[in-house]
């Protein structure tokens, strides 16, 4: 309205309309508060809101939305009204459409359109529509030591990874493979939305278990280390306490980069095998990128992280 001040002279007087518009965006203000909420209990681990719980906790809000726009809930202060717009009655179609779209993911189903804005699937405990069979999950090589942190955290599509940098280097050297460094976080929006449309297409994730050690390091965990392994950054100064800080401290020192997801491709002597990857969702381009970083390991090409 700034921009545009006619828009508000054409706009009708303040009345029902204007109510009716408060409390939708308040139930979306309900959806959204679970939202952020449920990024802080991830980052925390409270384990307060799993994934079904969140799932029916938005499939009550959004039917009550669509009840309310049918008439069917009046808030004081409003009139009833005998009949309900056209506007009103495809606004609720439209909601409870949503609500028939999020029932199956009680069940297990990816829902794939809002992987971004639900919790990651491993915080789901039923799982009748589970789309990872047993014969699919990776297993580490016996080798390799078992990861560090796997208590707290864990890898999309049933795959086995590592959350400590140099365990994971150890393990790739250990079985003559690249690494693949998944730079990433609790709140990461688009990080869930990479793994819900990229990773789980079964070409990528046939070559992340078969052709690479996965290494997930979130910048936003908390999880304090112990007190011999904090150091001050070189960067900033400042003393790097948590696990978060440390990965944030590592990707900007050696990639000169902070945003996530943020994908990359290194050889046993810490060199990078191909240019870093964003948050992309062509498949191809992935599996291609994929392929790359496996032949340039293959060819013990040498291109040394940016200092």
């Avoid at 699937?121 to 297993?139: A, C, G, I, V, Y």
Wanted: hydrophobic share 40%; net charge negative.
């Amino acid at each position: 309205f700034a921009i545009f001040p006619g828009w508000l002279s054409s706009l009708p007087k303040s009345g029902g309309w204007l109510n009716t518009v408060k409390v939708v965006l308040g139930f979306l203000e309900l959806a959204l508060a679970l939202k952020f909420l449920s990024m802080v209990d991830q980052v925390y681990h409270w384990n307060l809101l799993d994934r079904e719980i969140y799932l029916a906790l938005w499939i009550v809000i959004f039917t009550l939305l669509g009840f309310y726009l049918l008439g069917k809930i009046i808030f004081p202060h409003e009139q009833k009204s005998e009949s309900t717009s056209v506007s009103r009655l495809l606004t609720a179609v439209m909601v409870f459409s949503f609500v028939v779209y999020l029932i199956p993911g009680l069940f297990g189903a990816p829902l794939k359109a809002m992987a971004g804005y639900l919790p990651p699937m491993s915080t789901q405990d039923f799982k009748l529509l589970d789309p990872q069979s047993p014969s699919e999950t990776s297993r580490l090589a016996k080798g390799c030591k078992k990861p560090k942190y796997d208590d707290l955290l864990e890898l999309p599509h049933g795959l086995k990874g590592y959350f400590d940098y140099e365990q994971a280097l150890a393990c790739a050297k250990k079985e003559n493979k690249p690494l693949f460094i998944d730079f990433t976080g609790h709140g990461c929006v688009n990080c869930r939305e990479m793994e819900a449309v990229v990773w789980s297409d079964p070409e990528v994730l046939k070559r992340l278990r078969e052709d690479y050690i996965v290494v997930a390091m979130y910048v936003d965990e908390k999880t304090e280390l112990p007190r011999e392994d904090w150091y001050t950054s070189i960067y900033d100064e400042k003393v790097k306490k948590t696990m978060g800080q440390q990965n944030m401290d590592f990707m900007i020192q050696k990639l000169n980069a902070n945003a996530q997801p943020y994908y990359t491709l290194v050889g046993a002597n810490e060199e990078l095998l191909s240019p870093p990857r964003a948050y992309d969702l062509d498949v191809q381009g992935f599996i291609d990128f994929l392929d790359a970083g496996l032949a340039s390991y293959n060819e013990n090409r040498d291109l040394p992280f940016k200092k």
